[in-house]
Structure formats: C-alpha cells, structure tokens
C-alpha cells in the first residue's frame, strides 16, 4: 500500500498554548492546578481565566473560518463500517477551520493547532461529526492534565505572557505532555488550511455489517500538499491570512483531501491519544473530501451555530474509552450553552 507518513505538524504544546495565550484579558482567580480529576465547568472555567471571557463565542479554537462541500465514500472503507458516510453517495458537509485556543485575536502564524471540525448530513436526518487538529496525537493524556496545562500557560498579569516557570512546573510534573511538547518541537506552524493534514488524534471503532469492530484511527491528507511555514515566513506574515487564503482558493476550484484510515493491531493504544501508531499500519482511502467554498464566522453562516461535538455519530462508528475524548462532549455542552446564552 502507499504510505501517508506523518506531516510536519504544528507546535501544539506548553510554547504553544503560551503563545496563544499571550496579550489576552485575565481574570483574578485560577483553577486549582495539578488535581487528579476536572469536570467540564471546571475546564471551561479554566480557558476563561487563560483566555479570558468572549460573550458569544467559543471557548476554544474560537477564531475559526466556515465552509461547506461534499464527501464521498469507498468502496475500501465498506468493508469496516456500515456507515452510511462510506455509501458511496455524495455527502453534504458543512466544515469549520480554525485556530486553538482562546484567543479570538491570535496572530495566524502562531504555533497554535489548526482544526477541522466536519458535519456530515448523511440520509434521513442523521448526523456524523468528525474535528481534528494537525498533530496525529494529543497534549496530554486526560483531562486533568491538559486543565493544568490550560491553567500554566495563564498570562501574567504584570507581563501580559505566561509565567516561565509556572510552565517549567507543568512540563516537569506531567511527563504525559512530553510526547508532544517533543514532536512540536520539529516543526513549525502550517502556511495554510488547505495545506494541512488533520487528524483523528483518537481511536475510534468502526462496525462493521456483521457487527465486528475494527479500531481505527484516521487523517485527512491534502492533495495540495502539506507546507510548513519558514521562521522567515512566519516573521513577515500579516496578523491575519488563512481565512483569505482559503476563501481564494475555493474560489478557484473544491480544495480536496484523503480521508486515510489506519487499522489497529492488537496492543496499539486505544485509550490513551498522547501515543501514537506505527505508521506501518494497514491503512487506505476510505473517502475524498472537498471544500468548495468559505466565508468569514459570522451570524447567520451554517457553521457558526454548530457544536461539532465528536461523540455526535452515526451507526457504523462508534467510540472507544479515551478519557479526553469521552470528556469533550460534556465541555462542549458548557461552551456551547454559554454561548447560546450570550455569556
């Protein structure tokens, strides 16, 4: 088979969340840090005193670019799921691209995640979402350690930038956020969503017609290829430029990805996101994405109400037990009431 290797991902990390933190509002009282368990407020609460508070908005990955297109399964991924994703049939997607954090004023350039949240609109009403970021795993290993992580990258006050050696700390107290913190330290932040591979970061089970599960984990390769920006490129782009670009680009023609999935033999890591999976995996092509068109987050555009929360799934896929990703729907709900309610 054709190998996918790993892109050049992003800086997702300590640096990362600092950088993305810096120059942003911040509130008086901390999350207590370094506890063993959070609940979702807990999280929420945390990002508001990091990123401060933005009525009507996200509380993460709030600066974001909407867009819509069409997905088509394969025949290859029929084999492991029932889904009606993978029926062959145009698909409608509505997508949203964005930045992590929360931070709605983060310069572009800035090493922090890109994110491609999907809607699929699959026959008779029935929904599957997909969100990804570019890393193939994640910063930490449960839900407390990324809240802590949150919590250290709050900026001073004094400075407007993240305490050092608050950072220092959570670096050495979380060996689970060193896999990570390594990769990041390797690349450099994508020069445009369109040339960015997302992944799945989490395993998942695919079902298949006789009910056999299949883990997989997947990512969204773009025919455009995948560009890194130089430390020259980032020094001199402008605060703002990948919503402009990707709207350009879609006006040109459908900007296309790959969606590949890798297959999981027994012992590779189901439950923990911050491990990732030999590359020498059984993978293939279980589908082509194209975006067609984009246009700035605003009220009123198709993306902009959406929760995309990742347990929102159709027969045919389901979950595994992964902390982080069993937590984020019940963070999002509290994101996404918070903002319904204007708060």
């Known amino acids: 088979m054709k190998s996918f290797p790993i892109d050049r991902a992003a800086k997702f990390s300590v640096l990362a969340l600092a950088l993305a933190a810096s120059s942003v509002p911040t509130l008086a009282s901390d999350a207590p840090a370094n506890s063993t368990e959070v609940n979702a407020p807990q999280m929420i609460d945390a990002f508001e005193g990091t990123f401060g508070v933005h009525p009507g908005q996200r509380r993460n ?14 025949a290859d991924a029929i084999a492991f799921s029932r889904s009606a994703l993978f029926s062959g049939k145009t698909v409608p997607v509505i997508a949203r691209f964005s930045l992590g ?91 445009n969503y369109f040339q960015t591979t997302y992944f799945s970061v989490h395993t998942f089970k695919f079902i298949d017609a006789k009910g056999a599960e299949h883990s997989v984990r997947w990512r969204f390769v773009p025919r455009d290829g995948t560009k890194e920006l130089t430390a020259a490129e980032m020094k001199a782009a402008p605060h703002d430029f990948l919503e402009k670009n990707l709207i350009e680009r879609t006006r040109k023609a459908g900007a296309v990805w790959d ?85």
């Open 259 to 343: 969606m590949i999935v890798y297959v999981g033999e027994p012992g590779d890591p189901q439950d923990n996101p911050t491990l990732a999976w030999p590359e020498t995996r059984k993978h293939f092509t279980a589908g082509t994405l194209t975006i067609t068109q984009a246009t700035p987050q605003q009220k009123g555009v198709a993306c902009e109400p959406i929760n995309f929360n990742p347990l929102v799934m159709a027969d045919g896929i389901a979950p595994t037990n992964d902390p982080i990703l069993l937590f984020r729907s019940p963070a999002y709900a509290v994101s996404f009431a918070k903002r319904l309610s204007g708060q």
């Open 61 to 74: 990955h709030i600066k974001g670019t909407c867009a819509a297109g069409e997905f088509v399964g394969t």
């Open 101 to 191: 954090g929360g931070n709605p004023d983060v310069p572009d350039a800035a090493p922090a995640p890109r994110g491609m949240a999907l809607e699929f609109h699959l026959p008779g009403g029935a929904l599957q979402h997909i969100t990804m970021i570019n890393t193939p795993i994640f910063a930490t290993a449960s839900p407390a350690s990324f809240r802590d992580l949150i919590v250290a990258a709050k900026p001073d006050p004094k400075t407007g930038q993240p305490d050092p050696e608050k950072l220092k700390a959570y670096a050495a107290t979380h060996p689970d956020a060193r896999a990570l913190t390594e990769l990041s330290s390797r690349h450099t932040p994508t020069a």
